[in-house]
């Protein structure tokens, strides 16, 4: 069966629709999806301090937080900008799941 309704993406019994009206394209947002579910805490707690939150979270508050924080322009650039420099730098791989498995 094909559906053709909104998509959404899930992070432990919460959802959010997708696509995300950003400014950033499409494939851009889930590879930052992607990246995001794969990422280990320690660079979470960085991208999410550069992001201008200081609290102490676990690993799924850290990934919340970043989803939500594409539904922000300004926050959506900043993250694609500190996902790419830690990338550019050899700190993290960037992911990319074929077939919207994360959806």
Same mark, same amino acid.
């Given at each position: 069966?094909?559906?053709?309704?909104?998509?959404? $993406?899930? /992070?432990?019994?919460? =959802?959010?629709?997708?696509?995300?009206?950003?400014?950033?394209?499409?494939?851009?947002?889930? !590879?930052?999806?992607? %990246?995001?579910?794969?990422?280990? !805490?320690? $660079?979470?707690? +960085?991208?999410?301090?550069?992001?201008?939150?200081?609290?102490?979270?676990?690993?799924? @508050?850290? !990934?919340?937080?970043?989803? @939500?924080? /594409?539904?922000?322009? +300004? !926050?959506?650039? =900043?993250?694609? +900008? %500190?996902?790419?420099? /830690?990338?550019?730098?050899?700190? /993290?791989?960037?992911?990319?799941?074929?077939?919207?498995?994360?959806?």
């Amino acid at each position: 069966m094909d559906y053709n309704g909104p998509k959404m $993406i899930g /992070l432990h019994g919460a =959802t959010y629709p997708f696509p995300i009206n950003n400014g950033l394209s499409p494939e851009d947002n889930q !590879q930052i999806c992607s %990246t995001i579910f794969s990422l280990k !805490q320690h $660079i979470a707690q +960085q991208i999410c301090s550069a992001l201008g939150n200081r609290k102490r979270m676990n690993k799924n @508050e850290h !990934q919340k937080f970043l989803l @939500e924080s /594409l539904y922000s322009n +300004q !926050q959506a650039q =900043t993250l694609y +900008q %500190t996902i790419h420099s /830690l990338h550019a730098n050899g700190v /993290l791989k960037l992911e990319v799941r074929k077939n919207d498995d994360f959806i």
